[in-house]
């Protein structure tokens, strides 16, 4: 069966040390992956995705097909990354399947 | 430029009544959804479609019903409200080409008693 997980429902990391939020799935295909974030009294907005190999805000996400995770990391964590983020594949049907979400928060 | 617009922001309803959830978007896109969150959960998708006249069902749509008569809009119909649908629900957006890069709503939170 198709399955995402987010292992994490509560993340605390000081300011300045390594954040990483873990993905895994379940899937015998190749699938797309998105990483959506939710800021306090924002919308949820598309962080980036794994096709586009790039860094936003700090932030990269590596597919590792053998371990079929996608964990978010970011070397030195700020403040103003408190939020919620949610792993999101695709698994081949053109829908996204969202995770339960990991609440991050950056503690001064 | 308003993006996706939910309304309403919030609701009670009591068992068995009806309402809309309106969701309306001004940026063009072909593809809507409509998700619901329940406490805890991931966003499940209950309908979606791909353009004006189109629509299809998701991983939820049982109580729900949607229509798509114009690019713009794409209401969600709750016709006989159960307990169940307490819930946060969400519309959102896709542009053509741009597969899965979503713009939300800020959310209806509905509460069913």
Known sequence: AQ???QPEKLLSVFKGAPVELKCNYSYSGSPELFWYVQY?????QLLLRHISRESIKGFTADLNKGETSFHLKKPFA??????MYYCAPNFGNEKLTFGTGTR???IP | NAGVTQTPKFRILKIGQSMTLQCTQDMNHNYMYWYRQ???????LIYYSVGAGITDKGEVPNGYNVSRSTTEDFPLRLELAAPSQ???????SEPHG????????????LSVL
Do not use: H, W
């Not at chain 1, 306090?40 to 949820?44: A, D, E, I, N, V």
């Not at chain 2, 329940?38 to 966003?43: K, V």
């Not at chain 2, 307490?86 to 959102?92: G, I, K, L, N």
């Not at chain 2, 741009?98 to 939170?109: D, E, L, P, V």
């Open chain 2, 86 to 92: 307490t819930s946060v629900y969400f519309c959102a």
């Open chain 1, 78 to 83: 700020q403040e103003e990354d408190s939020a």
């Open chain 2, 38 to 44: 329940d406490p805890g959960m991931g966003l499940k």
């Open chain 1, 40 to 44: 306090s009294r924002q919308r949820l």
């Open chain 2, 98 to 109: 741009a597969k899965n890069i979503q713009y939300f709503g800020a959310g209806t939170r």
């Open chain 1, 104 to 106: 991050l928060t950056i």
């Open chain 1, 3 to 5: 399955r995402v997980t």
